[in-house]
């Protein structure tokens, strides 16, 4: 067996709320991997939708990585929402001309970079996660959690702002698993090594990656 054809939209028969996210995206500026899954309580072309505020010219990108678990109502706020903060007016009065068009001569908008999610990350009903942000590998992002900052491999997250919770192993495992990166292995030992992913014995899963 090689797993589930990593092509389809929908790999779940007769249900068309679960799609294999990189199968649906259309913007080139939002770049999916392999197996990473968007569940949609209305429909999975709602994830586009959810990724607000993300123009060509503001030159950002949305980067999730392979094997993720995103939930409905996910979004995720780009680098087109900001305004300026360090002045005495957040107003865009730029954008609307008529002798306001020199307002942001020699000045721009606040710019924070690709937002990036990792690899094995689940992220949990209507989270928001702002511009610029980094969510490590194997990090878990509760549900309703608004998260404004980096998150470190296999943390959970939760709350407004989203603070740590706990991580989800000691450091020493944490360090052992970013080693072994499973995500990018063959998909023949991926499915070979599926029994030893949802269980807790490393040890085993480093005998799989040696074979």
């Not at 199968?23 to 586009?48: A, H, L, R, S, W």
């Amino acid at each position: 067996m090689q797993g589930p054809d990593k092509h389809k939209i929908f790999p779940l028969e007769n249900y068309n709320r679960l799609c294999f996210l990189k199968n649906i995206i259309k913007n080139p500026n939002i770049q999916v991997g392999d197996y990473t899954y968007y569940d949609d309580f209305e429909d999975v072309y709602n994830f586009e939708r959810n990724v607000k505020y993300l123009f060509d010219f503001t030159g950002d990108k949305l980067i999730i990585g392979k094997f993720c678990m995103i939930a409905s109502d996910v979004k995720f706020i780009m680098n087109g929402a900001n305004h300026l903060s360090q002045s005495l007016s957040a107003y865009p009065f730029a954008i609307f001309g008529n002798g306001w068009e020199h307002a942001m001569d020699e000045k721009q908008y606040p710019y924070k970079g690709d937002t990036t999610v990792g690899n094995d990350v689940w992220i949990g009903y209507n989270a928001t996660i702002m511009a610029g942000v980094t969510i490590g590998d194997g990090a878990i992002i509760a549900a309703n959690a608004t998260v404004v900052k980096n998150v470190e491999p296999y943390s959970i997250v939760g709350g407004n702002p989203a603070t740590l919770i706990r991580k989800r192993f000691d450091e020493q495992t944490i360090a052992r698993l970013l080693e072994l990166a499973w995500w990018n292995w063959d998909i023949a030992k991926i499915t070979f090594a599926t029994q030893f992913l949802t269980d807790m014995d490393i040890d085993m899963l480093e005998k799989v990656h040696r074979i």
